[in-house]
Every structure is written in structure tokens, then in C-alpha cells.
């Protein structure tokens, strides 16, 4: 029955990236939520093994069934699985203990730009002009907040450490939408189930090394395992499943586009959940960088249609 809806509603690409960013939006606020009650690589190997079973017990014949459609692309997995998922989200989990969820927020606003870089390095994607300069510009943006409006922290380069880890986190994610170019023909959820269990094969010496370093805490309290509930069950299924199947219908490049409705959501939520202030350098970095998307992905479009 469940299966039956998931393939009937997967079909409107634009709703489904709307869907995902919300759920990655959400992911800010849990990210924050976890301090204090759990280390960041318990949180990422608890992610991936919840719903790596759960996922198993679900699609255990499709899995059989499927393996076939995946001969071949077991490196491509574990790269996928490694650095785009493992990596991102362990740099994510270190930089929401040190930052907002408004600036992770707005900070992933960087990653539409840093996939049409890659789009333009690997797959020769047409670039233009104004494309170029929305590039820019959106990436101005990210630094505003970085240096929260502060040009003297810019010319010092004394920024917050969270914000600068997850500004490292984009380039994973970044290289893992990219590296959805390359997917089998596969169900979404399918193909998510794959990637789950190589995230949480690489989580493990994270979580060794992290237990070794004598930081790791294990969620002991309700709040604390109500977040990795949602952690595992909508960032990390939901909101990937809609995003890979959104991949799939618009293309990577303009998949991307969406992530900047990201720091939208987390501004909101990180203010109506947790009570974070909204300070006049997130509002500008905001503009800037939605501006900067702007250029790229409309104008920059129309100028391509105009030229040709």
C-alpha cells in the first residue's frame, strides 16, 4: 500500500525539490537540537543504520531483485555513500555545534553554484556571461554570512569554525548531486537503500575514531532520540528520495536551483523553533545570494535562448 502511493506521488519534480528542502530545512533545527545530547558521529552512524534496517526489512525482494541493475557501479556507491552522505553529514553534525541553524541554513546556498561549476568541469554544461556573474554574486553572499557582515573578520579571515565547516560540507553534497549524473536506472527508494548501507558502512570508523578521541555521547533522553527519529526517517529518507527522484525529472544543474530555497526554510525555522535572532546580515547575505541564483538560473537562461 505504501509502495503503491510512494510510485503514484514521485512524479511532480518541482514539488518533490520543495518537499526535500523543507525536510533538509528541518535537518538545521535537529542539528542544533542534538548538542548536548549526543556527538556528532553517533548521530551520523545512528542516521544510516536506522534506516538502513528499516529500509531492508522493507524492500528485502526488491533488493534481490534489483541487484542486478547496480553490477558494476560498487565504486560509484561507495563514493556516493562515503562522501556524499558519510562526509557531508559529518561535517554537517561538527558545524551545527558550533554555528546557527539560520547561517547552516544560508551557508548551503552556496551549492546550486558549486554544481554548476562541477556541471561546467565535467559534463562541458554551456556557461554564459551572466551565469558567471550569478555565480558570483551568490557566493558573496554565503561569505557575508560567514563573516557576519563584518569586513574585518574578511580581511583577518577570523571566522566562525562552524560556519567554515559547512561550507567544506557543500563541496561533498555538491559532488554527490553531480554524481547522480551517473545513477542506474533504478527506483529512487531503491537506489536509497544502497546508498544508506554505504553510509553506514563508512560511518563506522568515524564513530571508532570518534569513541578512540574519548568525545562520543549516546543519546540518553527522549528529546534526544525523537531527533534521531526525524533525522533518520526525513532528511535522511524522505527528503533523499524526493531529491534524487527530483534529479531525475528537472537535471542536476537546475535540481540545484532549489537548494536555495534551503536557507529560506531553515531562517524560518530556526527562528520560530528555536528562537535564533535574524540579524540584518542574514537578511542581506539572503538577498544576495537568492539574487545571485536569479542571474544564474533565469537570466542566464534567456540569455542562452536569446543567443541561440
Known amino acids: 500500500m505504501f509502495y503503491s502511493f510512494y510510485s503514484s506521488f514521485l512524479k511532480n519534480g518541482i514539488l518533490l525539490l520543495c518537499l526535500a528542502m523543507l525536510g533538509w530545512a528541518g535537518n538545521t533545527i535537529a542539528g542544533r537540537m542534538s548538542t548536548g545530547e549526543m556527538s556528532p558521529m553517533v548521530v551520523v552512524f545512528l542516521r544510516w543504520f536506522i534506516i538502513s534496517i528499516f529500509l ?6 526488491k533488493l534481490i531483485t534489483s541487484s542486478n541493475l547496480i553490477h558494476g557501479k560498487f565504486l560509484w556507491l561507495c563514493l556516493m555513500g562515503s562522501l556524499g552522505l558519510t562526509g557531508f553529514n559529518a561535517l554537517f553534525y561538527i558545524a551545527a555545534q558550533n554555528t546557527t541553524a539560520i547561517n ?3 551557508i548551503q546556498g552556496i551549492m546550486p553554484a558549486v554544481i554548476l561549476l562541477g556541471s561546467v568541469i565535467l559534463f562541458k554544461e554551456n556557461v554564459n556571461a551572466t551565469k558567471i556573474m550569478g555565480l558570483i554574486i551568490a557566493f558573496l553572499g554565503v561569505i557575508v554570512v560567514v563573516s557576519q557582515g563584518d569586513y574585518e573578520k574578511l580581511i583577518l579571515l577570523s571566522f566562525n569554525y562552524g560556519d567554515v565547516v559547512m561550507l567544506c560540507a557543500c563541496f561533498f553534497y555538491s559532488g554527490f548531486t553531480l554524481g547522480l549524473k551517473n545513477k542506474p536506472s533504478i527506483d529512487p527508494i531503491v537506489l536509497m537503500t544502497y546508498f544508506s548501507l554505504s553510509a553506514l558502512i563508512f560511518s563506522i570508523p568515524l564513530l571508532i575514531t ?3 578521541l574519548g568525545g562520543i555521547q549516546l543519546p540518553l533522553t527522549r528529546t534526544a532520540w525523537i531527533t534521531i527519529l526525524y533525522i533518520a526517517f526525513v532528511p535522511s529518507f524522505l527528503a533523499q528520495v524526493f531529491f534524487i527522484r527530483g534529479v531525475e525529472l528537472v537535471g542536476a544543474s537546475k535540481a540545484g536551483l532549489f537548494i536555495n530555497f534551503l536557507p529560506i526554510f ?7 523553533l528555536l528562537g535564533e535572532k535574524l540579524y540584518i546580515y542574514h537578511l542581506i547575505s539572503l ?3 537568492l539574487f545571485g541564483v536569479y542571474l544564474f538560473m533565469i537570466l542566464g537562461d534567456k540569455e542562452k535562448k536569446i543567443s541561440g
Open 56 to 61: 531492508i526489512l522493507f524492500l528485502n525482494k
Open 287 to 289: 538577498f544576495i545570494v
Open 104 to 106: 547552516l541554513g544560508i
Open 266 to 272: 531553515a531562517a524560518i525555522l530556526g527562528v520560530l
Open 210 to 212: 570518534e569513541y578512540y
